[in-house]
């Protein structure tokens, strides 16, 4: 393509991302007439339309997203080299953007400080956000690598490290549910958690999709007396005498200090949850992203789980 197509495909990918052709505007500085005349010139230039326009703004056609994957992959080839370049002076400059669960925080810090101390001149952003847009961000070209909590199967990403994780109940030391998990019926049922407050994440969070399913085959429909997107507060919610479902690692410190008790929930569907490490597939990491996959590779051992509590 042309460097104006280039260009005119610029200011479609804008117009797309942000839903508007005035949002899109707005970014590139620019009127809105002049983005519009881009877009259309482009769609003339290619012989198919590109967006769909709505009341509420405009959204990609199938030709329109076959444009945005071509985009997205010359912006990240574009990436690679000027890194590649920067790598031959030793990493001095660039940026890279890790999108992740925020139960994850914990356990990154140590790796993350460890690549900053290594690449002090590598810009590291951390997005923190649900498990559906982690996958959106890393699918979209927004991150390089995302973390994610059981993520559904989605064919456009690659997973590059897969570890079980389960999901627990967590209540305080003092709550009359640590003295029903007897040895005698250790597996906790959904039935039982219906009897108090229950506190959960939102329905954009990976323990959320499972407890759906795990619901539809126990008959049981639970419903939460809080619902929040802050892991920190659903923790908090158990310290002060109620019950939230968490992933065993998210109270590893919690639990180890006393504070906290897992209890072990009873389905193959609450066991069988993976931490996955992602990025998109077919993207070509630059030079500084594969140097923190390499290193988020060596440390998943920070989100591992015990069964003891």
Known sequence: MSLVQERRIGHFYEAARLGSVRAAADYLNVA???????????????????????????????????????????????EVLLESLQSLKGLQSGSLILAIGEGFIEGLAGPLSQFSTRYPGIEIKVNVCGTNEVIRQVVEDEAHLGLVFNPTGDPRI???????????????????????????????????????????????????????????????????TLTCNAIAMLKQFALHGGVTLLPEFVVNEEVNAGGLCRISLE????????????????RQLSVAANRLLILLLQDMSAFSHSRSS
């Open 158 to 224: 690659r997973a590059h490290a897969s570890q079980q994780q389960p999901v627990c109940a967590v209540v305080s030391p003092e709550h009359p549910l640590v003295s029903t998990a007897t040895s005698a019926t250790p597996l906790l049922t959904l039935e039982a958690l219906s009897a108090y407050p229950l506190a959960l994440p939102e329905v954009s969070f990976g323990i959320r999709q499972i407890l759906t399913l795990a619901e539809h085959q126990a008959g049981v429909m639970l419903r939460p």
């Open 267 to 282: 389905g193959d569907l609450f066991a069988s949850p993976h931490v996955r490490l992602i990025s998109r597939l077919g």
């Open 32 to 78: 809105p007439s002049a983005v519009s005349r881009q877009i259309t010139q482009l769609e003339h230039e290619l012989g198919t339309p590109l967006l769909e326009r709505h009341r509420r703004g405009v959204k990609p056609t199938e030709a329109g997203e076959r444009v945005l994957q071509y985009y997205r992959q010359r912006l990240a080839q574009q």
